[in-house]
């Protein structure tokens, strides 16, 4: 099983620009969750979704969307790029809630001029 | 809110000295309480949980931690520290629902020769 797996693995932006970062499970975990890393302050929660067509704000949402119409992906889209969002972006995964083990991908290291 | 609070940033020991990460967090039940490690340039991996079954949990790589509701603590211990340890260690809390983890700032565990 591949897992939890993230597109792209680096991406450099400009100001104003928008993208997605992908993010894929082939482990029929209903759960799956966006954090942010940056350095001092842990991972931060932007949005979870606890299934296909069901998608919830976490700690740090603005400037983030998210849906979720499978149960493999939930791709987080940026739609205005600041340099605020440089950080590395973490996508996890569990098969119920996150009582269960979380399964994370590599990551993201994103990077805004 | 719930919160998770990692004394110490950085913590150096030798190779077979006792290992110990300090985790505290607040909330006013006993939640799923996790420790997670972060290899360089790597996503999250779960060394333990602890899930009200038992107070002393052993995770993966000889780490165990001990849940003690009176002082809020889950400390994270290895009797002998070898150098494939180094890495970065992250506490978390989920509340009930289990639909959020809340992560604290993370500990870079050094180990010298």
């Known amino acids: 099983n591949a897992g939890v797996t993230q597109t792209p693995k680096f991406q450099v932006l400009k100001t104003g620009q928008s993208m997605t970062l992908q993010c894929a499970q082939d482990?029929?975990?209903?759960?799956m969750s966006w954090y942010r890393q940056d350095p001092g302050m842990g991972l931060r929660l932007i949005h979870y979704?606890?299934?296909?067509?069901?998608?919830d704000q976490g700690e740090v949402p603005n400037g983030y969307n998210v849906s979720r119409s499978t149960t493999e992906d939930f791709p987080l889209r940026l739609l205005s790029a600041a340099p605020s969002q440089t950080s590395v972006y973490f996508c996890?995964?569990?098969?119920?809630?996150?009582?269960?083990?979380?399964?994370f991908g590599q990551g993201t290291r994103l990077t805004v001029v | 809110a719930q919160s998770v609070t990692q004394l110490g940033s950085h913590v150096s020991v030798s190779e077979g000295a006792l290992v110990l990460l300090r985790c505290n967090y607040s909330s006013s039940v006993p939640p799923y309480l996790f420790w997670y490690v972060q290899y360089p340039n790597q996503g999250l991996q779960l060394l333990l949980k602890?899930?009200?079954?038992?107070?002393l949990v052993k995770g993966i790589n000889g780490f165990e931690a001990e849940f003690k509701k009176s002082e809020t603590s889950f400390h994270l211990t290895k009797p002998s520290a070898h150098m494939s340890d180094a890495a970065e260690y992250f506490c978390?809390?989920?509340?009930?629902?289990?639909?959020?983890?809340?992560f604290g700032a993370g500990t870079i565990l050094r180990v010298k020769s």
């Open positions: 979704s606890v299934g296909a067509g069901i998608t």
């Open positions: 602890y899930t009200s079954a038992a107070t």
């Open positions: 482990m029929n975990h209903e759960y």
């Open positions: 996890a995964s569990s098969s119920q809630t996150l009582s269960t083990e979380a399964f």
């Open positions: 978390a809390v989920s509340d009930l629902s289990g639909n959020k983890l809340v």
